[in-house]
T-cell receptor, first 113, second 113 residues
Framework: ETGVTQSPTHLIKTRGQQVTLRCSSQSGHNTVSWYQQALGQGPQFIFQYYREEENGRGNFPPRFSGLQFPNYSSELNVNALELDDSALYLC????????????FGPGTRLTVT | KQEVTQIPAALSVPEGENLVLNCSFTDSAIYNLQWFRQDPGKGLTSLLLIQSSQREQTSGRLNASLDKSSGRSTLYIAASQPGDSATYLCAVHGTGANSKLTFGKGITLSVRP
């Protein structure tokens, strides 16, 4: 059974650029959630995808967008990068929406200069 | 709005000590509560998941309890070791359409040899 994987591991972007982060969910999981973790803080919910549809969104602006593919992998896109977008981006996969355990990937460290 | 609090932010103990990490949350309408471990710059490793109908879960030297009515959970670590040094986060999984994890800021534990 393959765990949750994320790519890339690290990347550095310049303010105003766009970035795409990728997540492959654990085998058998149909739900992917994305979180942003700033230094010294707990992860904050960005949005969730269930069977290719967005199912809830946190307090993040529209320049944060996402996609889930038929194989349940997912992308997080961020446009017009700002310095405050520098953070660890985590994705988590689970089966279903309710009481199931969420499994996290290793994260992507984004630095915006 | 769900809020999760973990106090203190940091804890330093000598090796071998038994310790308790506390977590409190404001809304008892939850599916479950998860405890995670995070090493510096890394992703989240799930330690224990307690469903809302359960009172406690155990895994090795770890025991987590849940008192949903009072909005509290504790993570008990027996016979602490230097390898337990990490940040420990608790997260509650809310009910409803927006099924997300709400995290505390974490407790950074240092176990001194």
């Amino acid at each position: 059974e393959t765990g949750v994987t994320q790519s890339p591991t690290h990347l550095i972007k310049t303010r105003g650029q766009q970035v795409t982060l990728r997540c492959s969910s654990q085998s058998g999981h149909n739900t992917v959630s994305w979180y942003q973790q700033a230094l010294g803080q707990g992860p904050q919910f960005i949005f969730q995808y269930y069977r290719e549809e967005e199912n809830g969104r946190g307090n993040f602006p529209p320049r944060f967008s996402g996609l889930q593919f038929p194989n349940y992998s997912s992308e997080l896109n961020v446009n017009a990068l700002e310095l405050d977008d520098s953070a660890l981006y985590l994705c988590a996969s689970s089966f279903g929406l309710s009481s199931y355990e969420q499994y996290f990937g290793p994260g992507t460290r984004l630095t915006v200069t | 709005k769900q809020e999760v609090t973990q106090i203190p932010a940091a804890l330093s103990v000598p090796e071998g000590e038994n310790l308790v990490l506390n977590c409190s949350f404001t809304d008892s309408a939850i599916y479950n509560l998860q405890w995670f471990r995070q090493d510096p710059g890394k992703g989240l490793t799930s330690l224990l998941l307690i469903q809302s109908s359960q009172r406690e879960q155990t895994s090795g030297r770890l025991n987590a309890s849940l008192d949903k009515s009072s909005g509290r959970s504790t993570l008990y670590i027996a016979a602490s070791q230097p390898g337990d040094s990490a940040t420990y986060l608790c997260a509650v999984h809310g009910t409803g359409a927006n099924s997300k994890l709400t995290f505390g800021k974490g407790i950074t534990l240092s176990v001194r040899p």
